[in-house]
Each structure stands twice: as structure tokens, then as C-alpha cells.
């Protein structure tokens, strides 16, 4: 009977793993399905290299280059923003900050974490917006700017909590050896914490970036969604996620733009995709 | 005989534990003064005292004066102190760079920028520390292709590379075969020419080997401490008598 028990439960927690690859590997078969359709009227290299964004006009153009060239305006934007701040923030609770500070800080960066994006984009959208129209004298304050600095909010709980594992989990003696032989405080962090914890950071810094690339509801509502390639951070963009978010209730199942909207999905996937697998193989880097 | 360190009446805590009760001894300058008791008698916080590395612990109390050349170690600025008194640990330290990166950090660190001179340094330090002959073919390679005992002289280096007036070493023979660690003992018995050094081991042998003067600890007090010969025949306390024999510890 015992041995009938444990035969149960160790199925069931195997059909539990399996079920989890299988949604992953259905999703993706879904994905393919639906958006490599849309190879057989539009070239590839039109579809990711074309300049134009017109997919219900006659004759409807696919090109996607100007809402990659959003995210990646966005993304770096917000990267540019959030990863000082958030390595710094973690060597200051992993090194620096007392115990009271640091417990604070901690639950206030989980709290960070908790703020559904929507709440995010609402706040930029009423707060910065108008802020970066008045300071940059604007015609209107939905930038790539204002995308990047409200995504570098999303992506700095990411950054801050792994980069601040990493760093805690550097060896004390490592510490201690640099200090005995005289280095100050900061030389120590800057020379031996940062470089023995550079490949959790480094993947810290993936894993921030895979959120801002994927976010979608925060984008939408403060970057202007115009799909022009992009001169300036100070114009408006359209993301690939905002793209498929906007245009999905209204494509007709089973038309061109339907398909297209899948292929910008499987893009996506091919992005987050990479920056995972790197941030992972950082991450067992030994 | 020159004294290097002037210990008075000094206490240390941790929270409410008495890591160290009133003690009061002198280092002279150019011994090897061996440091010998069981866990917990508070060798390894006498020894992380003199080069202040117990102030990184929270609950760090100390009360009474310790004087390194006359000059009280707390008044002193805390990096010159720890240039000033190197430190060797238990275990061989590393750091992920190459062996010459190795031995050139704390050089570097201290403002050494001269390719030359660094390259004199790394030679030198390494020389000194028996390891030159040993490695002076693959400088560039990492500092953990190196065995156990050639890491553990690698530190030794590193901590010379500074040019430090004491060195202290935390056990830093414990995770060593013997051979190393007759090297390493070798290492120190040469530097004290020019060094003062402290030595805390769990290996009476070792003290009685190495050390000019032994000093006994126990239950965070200083027993007695002494010639090593005197302290290993005809100890003053009895207590010092049975941890050398091996009665407890």
C-alpha cells in the first residue's frame, strides 16, 4: 500500500513537469504555425527589414524594422537608466547599508516589484509625461524617453535582487584578504566583490532587460505608439509588444495582419529567448 | 629587544560574549611569536586585533590600548594599519587574477603604477616567499592552477608585496600536507630577519618548531607566554601543561 502510495505521488509530480513543457512546447508550435504563414505572401526580409508599418492599408506593408528599432530604443534606454542604479543599489544593501536600512530597502524594492505595470504606465502617463513635454518643449511628452524611464522602474526590482544575491554570496575571506592587505572600503567592492560577482550582475542585467523587452501595458500607454523609425529618444515609438497588444482586436483571424502580428510574436520569443540563455549561461558561469 | 606591539588591559567583545579578558603582553620586533590554545580561547581575535579586522563583526566592543611602534592602532588611519601589519589566513585567498595580478594587487592598490618596478616587486615577494622558482615561467596563468601549499606562498607574497612591518598568520598551515608545510615554515623563519611575526596554530609542533616565544590562551585569557623552550619543559601553569601534552583541546 505504501509502495502503491509512492508510485502515485511520484507519477502525478511527473505529469505535473511534463505538462508544463508540454503548454511551453504547444505554445510555441502555435506560434510558428500561425506567424511562418505569413512567409508565404510577404519575403522575410521585407517583413523584418521593411521600413513601413501599414498593415490594413492597400496594399498592406509589414515592415517591422521601425518597431524593433522602438523596443531596442526603449530597452537601451531603460538600461542605460537602470543598471547603475540598480548595481549600485545592490552593493549598497549587499555591502554598505546597516542592518535596519538594509531590511527596509529590501522590502521596499519587493515592493517595487509588486506595482502591477498598468499602475506604472498610469503614473508616467499622468506625472512624466507632462513633465518631459514641458522640460524638453515638446509637442507631446510620449517619448521612447518616457518608455525607457518608467520600464528602468520595472527592470531595477530584477537587477537589484540578483545582483545583491551575487554579491552576498562572494566569499567573507574574499573580502577580508583584500581588506588585510590595506584596500579601502570601496577599493575592495570595486575590485574584488564586483569582479568576483560579475557574472551574477552580468545576469542580473539580462534577466532586467528580458522584463523591459517583454513589457507591454506600460509601453503602450506613455511611449505614443507612432510606427516611424525613430530619430531621437524624444519622439514617439511603437514597441513590437505594444504592436501586438493594440492591433490583435481588430486583425481579422486568419488575414495577413493576423499572421504578421503572430510573426512579430515569434520575434519576440527568438529576443527574450537569447537574453535568457545568456543571462542562464552567465549565471552557472563557474 | 625592540617591542613592536604594546598590549594594555585590553578587553574585546562580541555582543555579550568576552572574547578577550584583560590582557596585557608585549611583541617584540624581529620574533616569531607563536600562539597556541583550543576553539575559543580567543587566539584567532587576539591575532584579527592587531590588524583591526574584528571592527568588521556588528556587535565589535573593545575597551584598553594597543600600540603598534608607540603609536595607538585605533588613532591610526585603518589602511596604512593593514599595510603596516599584512595578514596570511587559514585558507589560501586567491584572488581570481593571474599569479604576478596576484601579488601586484596590493601594490597597485597602494598607488605602485610603474611597470618595472611592479615587475621587481612581483619578483622579489615571490622570491622571498619560496615561490619564484617555482612559477616564474607561467606568471600569467591563473593563481588557481597553483597546488594547495604554492597558493598558500602565493598569499605570503601578496601580503610582502606591500611591504608590511608584522605579518600575521592565521593557521596557515591547516589545510597544507606536510611538505608545504615544512616550506612554509621554512618561508617564515627566513622572514623573520626582517619581519615580526605572529603565528596562532592548533599545531603545538608547529609552535614549538617555528616560535621564538609561545603564547597559551584560554578561555579568552592569556595564560602565560614565554621562550618557547621554557613554556614547552617547564611550563609556569599546569594548564598550559596538559594542553601541550594533549591532555585536552
Not at chain 1, 143 to 171: H, K, Q
Not at chain 2, 195 to 220: C, E, H, P, S
Not at chain 2, 230 to 237: C, L, V
Amino acid at each position: 500500500m505504501r509502495k502503491f502510495k509512492e508510485f502515485i505521488v511520484e507519477k502525478l509530480i511527473l505529469i505535473c513537469g511534463l505538462f508544463c513543457i508540454l503548454v511551453v512546447v504547444l505554445i510555441f508550435i502555435f506560434l510558428l504555425k500561425e506567424g511562418l504563414t505569413l512567409f508565404k505572401t510577404v519575403p522575410l526580409s521585407h517583413f523584418l527589414f521593411g521600413k513601413n508599418w501599414y498593415p490594413i492599408s492597400e496594399p498592406a506593408q509589414f515592415g517591422i524594422l521601425p518597431l524593433i528599432l522602438g523596443s531596442l530604443l526603449v530597452t537601451v534606454g531603460a538600461a542605460i537608466i537602470s543598471i547603475p542604479i540598480g548595481v549600485g543599489c545592490a552593493i549598497y544593501i549587499a555591502e554598505v547599508a546597516p542592518l535596519k536600512t538594509k531590511e527596509i530597502l529590501k522590502a521596499g524594492i519587493e515592493l517595487l516589484a509588486a506595482i502591477p505595470s498598468v499602475v506604472l504606465g498610469f503614473i508616467g502617463m499622468i506625472t512624466l509625461v507632462p513633465w518631459i513635454k514641458t522640460i524638453f518643449k515638446l509637442p507631446t511628452g510620449l517619448t521612447a524617453l518616457s518608455g525607457s524611464i518608467m520600464l528602468a522602474f520595472m527592470a531595477m526590482p530584477t537587477i537589484v535582487s540578483i545582483a545583491e544575491d551575487a554579491l552576498y554570496s562572494v566569499p567573507k575571506s574574499y573580502k577580508e584578504g583584500a581588506l588585510a592587505l590595506g584596500a579601502t572600503r570601496w577599493q575592495t567592492i570595486w575590485r574584488v566583490e564586483l569582479s568576483a560577482a560579475s557574472s551574477g550582475i552580468l545576469a542580473a542585467v539580462m534577466l532586467g532587460i528580458g522584463r523591459v523587452i517583454g513589457e507591454t501595458m506600460a509601453v503602450m500607454m506613455i511611449t505614443g505608439n507612432s510606427a516611424v523609425i525613430p530619430t531621437s529618444i524624444l519622439e514617439p515609438v511603437r514597441t513590437l509588444t505594444a504592436t501586438i497588444a493594440a492591433e490583435m482586436g481588430e486583425a481579422v483571424v486568419g488575414s495577413e495582419h493576423y499572421f504578421a502580428l503572430f510573426a512579430i510574436g515569434i520575434v519576440l520569443f527568438l529576443i527574450s529567448f537569447a537574453i535568457n540563455v545568456t543571462a542562464d549561461m552567465f549565471l552557472h558561469k563557474k | 629587544m625592540v617591542e613592536k606591539f604594546i598590549i594594555q588591559n585590553l578587553d574585546i567583545w562580541f555582543g555579550s560574549i568576552h572574547a578577550l579578558k584583560n590582557l596585557n603582553m608585549q611583541i617584540y620586533a624581529n620574533e616569531i611569536l607563536s600562539v597556541i590554545g583550543p576553539a575559543n580561547s580567543g587566539k584567532t581575535t587576539f591575532l584579527r586585533m592587531l590588524n583591526r579586522l574584528n571592527e568588521l563583526e556588528v556587535n565589535f566592543r573593545r575597551d584598553g590600548s594597543v600600540k603598534l611602534d608607540d603609536i595607538e592602532i585605533c588613532k591610526m588611519n585603518i589602511e596604512l594599519l593593514r599595510k603596516k601589519v599584512g595578514m596570511v589566513f587559514a585558507l589560501p585567498l586567491p584572488l581570481p587574477l593571474s599569479i604576478f595580478d596576484n601579488v601586484a594587487y596590493g601594490a597597485r592598490m597602494h598607488g605602485i603604477k610603474n611597470k618595472n618596478k611592479l615587475r621587481q616587486i612581483v619578483e622579489d615577494s615571490l622570491s622571498r616567499a619560496y615561490l619564484w622558482e617555482e612559477v616564474k615561467d607561467r606568471l600569467k596563468t591563473s593563481a588557481f592552477k597553483l597546488s594547495g601549499g604554492q597558493q598558500q606562498r602565493l598569499c605570503i607574497a601578496r601580503t610582502l608585496a606591500v611591504n608590511p612591518d608584522v605579518i600575521l598568520f592565521d593557521e596557515p598551515c591547516s589545510g597544507l600536507d606536510p611538505i608545504s608545510t615544512a616550506k612554509v615554515e621554512e618561508a617564515m623563519l627566513k622572514l623573520k630577519k626582517d619581519y615580526t611575526i605572529i603565528l596562532v596554530t592548533n599545531n603545538v609542533k608547529q609552535a614549538a618548531r617555528v616560535g621564538d616565544r609561545t603564547a597559551f590562551f584560554l578561555n579568552a585569557e592569556l595564560i602565560e607566554v614565554g621562550e618557547t623552550g621554557k613554556i614547552f619543559t617547564s611550563p609556569f601553569d599546569r594548564r598550559t601543561d596538559d594542553y601541550i601534552r594533549g591532555k585536552f583541546g
